[in-house]
């Protein structure tokens, strides 16, 4: 691979690291807040009159949280890239198959456990929404307004560390750019943030839980083809692990 950087990559694997971590505490991050005026705004423009209501929370969503099933994988990569800084090419090379065909397996089904629940909500959300007056009004009080000003701040630091953590790998070795599997992966991630972010600007912000959802689906879609990328890609590496040590002198 030629001269690694060390103290690039050991940075980008810090920054993709806080990537995940953001992505992981969105749901403490937003939502919470009181949404009281914003959703009897909100429920006007859609010709609903919710009278007076208390307080209502601003639901967190699970768009932002969902993109993290995609960034573990970029975090995974990277982990892999500083794991050859420490480890002999003969043990990486036996540790990273077995290890990257279990930690696929697992993401795998995170991922369709995750797909079924943001599906549920997802179901939820549509047939209450449509079903006026009163399951709107149960939507409204339950999704009716999401903060997207807080959502847009974290996704835009989500989006900068992501962007340092592709500038980083550059420096740390140029000819990362020749893994096109990489490349593919930090599109992939760039392009779902912004989506996301498209999302949450799309509709009026009482519908915007919805889309979010839809967001997230995508998300759950996406890191399971990456799962089954990094399984099908592991296969190669645990067979020639395996020839090798069959072909080692036994004492």
Known sequence: MGELRKPFLLLALLAVALVVGVELGA???????????????????????????????????????????????????????????????????????????????????????????????????????????????????????FPVGEASLLLGLVLLLKLVWVVLLLLAQPRFLQNKGLVLLALTTLLCTVLLEFLHNLVPVVVVSILDDVGALVFAVVAIVWGLVLLIGSIPAIVKAVRVTAALPTR
């Not at 949404?35 to 009159?49: C, E, F, T």
């Not at 209501?53 to 960034?71: F, N, Q």
């Not at 500083?82 to 397996?105: E, K, M, N």
């Open 27 to 145: 749901s403490l991050l937003t939502g919470g807040g009181d949404a009281s005026g914003a959703l009897r705004a909100g429920a006007q423009d859609l010709g609903v009159d919710v009278g007076e209501v208390g307080r209502v929370d601003e639901p967190s969503g699970r768009g932002t949280g969902y993109l993290a099933l995609i960034d573990v994988v970029a975090l995974w990569t990277t982990g892999l890239f500083c794991l050859s800084l420490v480890l002999p090419d003969r043990v990486q090379g036996r540790v990273q198959g077995v290890a990257t065909l279990v930690f696929s397996i697992v993401l795998i089904l995170v991922s369709l456990l995750m797909l079924v629940l943001a599906f549920v909500e997802l179901s939820i959300m549509v047939s209450l929404f449509l079903a006026a007056p009163f399951g709107t009004l149960a939507y409204l009080a339950l999704w009716g307004f």
